[in-house]
């Protein structure tokens, strides 16, 4: 018997080369189940910044506000615009609708009706809700909004189109309310520079 027991011993130790003691499945450097290995090398979650610190307060703008201002979202203007309304006409605290062609809807009416609702929607709001007295409305020179949608209006450059528009807007805003002031201007782009002209309502 003990023969026996020797012969497997030595096959044992054939196999594994002389080193059993590796593969005895009662290794004391083990750790106990529940425990967490602090040598193993498996990579630990990266760190991420706390979303609920709050790192910086900011302040809140007055309700009273001074006009609505209607512009593009084009981001090449947008600097020029709020530098242009602060700066040049001096206000400082208005309400802004920035949208893809600006005043566009409003002469287009009939062909995007609910491009149109969606703006004057807006534009109400803003009158009826913060008591808005003063209106300024923006188009400008190589609007893509104009671009893309001239297949609305093919017989008429966009140019001439969004200065038309311009005129659509102030007249229906005159219209459906009273006491309120329109002003109308165009961007136009000339050496890499904005800069604003005023258009005359219609008489």
């Given at each position: 018997?003990?023969?026996?027991?020797?012969?497997?011993?030595?096959?044992?130790?054939?196999?594994?080369?002389?080193?059993?003691?590796?593969?005895?499945?009662?290794?004391?450097?083990?750790?106990p189940?529940?425990?967490?290995?602090?040598?193993?090398?498996q990579?630990?979650?990266?760190?991420?910044?706390?979303?609920?610190?709050?790192?910086?307060?900011?302040?809140?703008?007055?309700?009273?506000?001074e006009?609505?201002?209607?512009h593009?979202?084009?981001?090449?203007?947008?600097?020029?615009?709020?530098?242009?309304?602060?700066?040049?006409?001096?206000?400082?605290?208005?309400?802004?609708?920035?949208?893809?062609?600006?005043?566009?809807?409003?002469?287009?009416?009939?062909?995007?009706?609910?491009?149109?609702?969606?703006?004057?929607?807006?534009?109400?709001f803003?009158?009826?809700?913060?008591?808005?007295?003063?209106?300024?409305?923006?188009?400008?020179e190589?609007?893509?909004?104009?671009?893309?949608?001239?297949?609305?209006?093919?017989?008429?450059?966009?140019?001439?189109?969004?200065?038309?528009?311009?005129?659509?807007?102030?007249?229906?805003?005159?219209?459906?309310?009273?006491?309120?002031?329109?002003?109308?201007?165009?961007?136009?782009?000339?050496?890499?520079?904005?800069y604003?002209?005023?258009?005359?309502?219609?008489?």
């Amino acid at each position: 018997m003990s023969d026996h027991r020797n012969t497997k011993g030595r096959v044992w130790e054939a196999l594994t080369g002389g080193r059993a003691n590796q593969f005895h499945t009662h290794d004391t450097a083990r750790p106990p189940a529940g425990r967490i290995d602090t040598d193993s090398h498996q990579a630990e979650p990266p760190q991420t910044k706390s979303t609920s610190a709050v790192s910086r307060r900011y302040s809140l703008d007055s309700p009273e506000v001074e006009a609505l201002v209607v512009h593009c979202a084009d981001p090449r203007f947008q600097t020029a615009f709020r530098e242009f309304v602060t700066d040049e006409l001096g206000i400082h605290n208005y309400v802004p609708i920035v949208i893809g062609g600006g005043v566009h809807a409003f002469g287009v009416q009939s062909l995007l009706p609910k491009n149109f609702k969606v703006l004057w929607e807006q534009i109400k709001f803003a009158v009826t809700q913060r008591n808005v007295r003063q209106i300024i409305i923006i188009n400008h020179e190589d609007c893509l909004w104009y671009e893309r949608m001239k297949g609305y209006h093919p017989s008429i450059q966009s140019i001439l189109k969004s200065k038309s528009d311009l005129k659509t807007a102030a007249d229906i805003i005159l219209h459906d309310f009273s006491g309120i002031h329109v002003r109308m201007f165009w961007a136009a782009i000339e050496s890499g520079q904005v800069y604003f002209t005023e258009i005359a309502p219609t008489s």
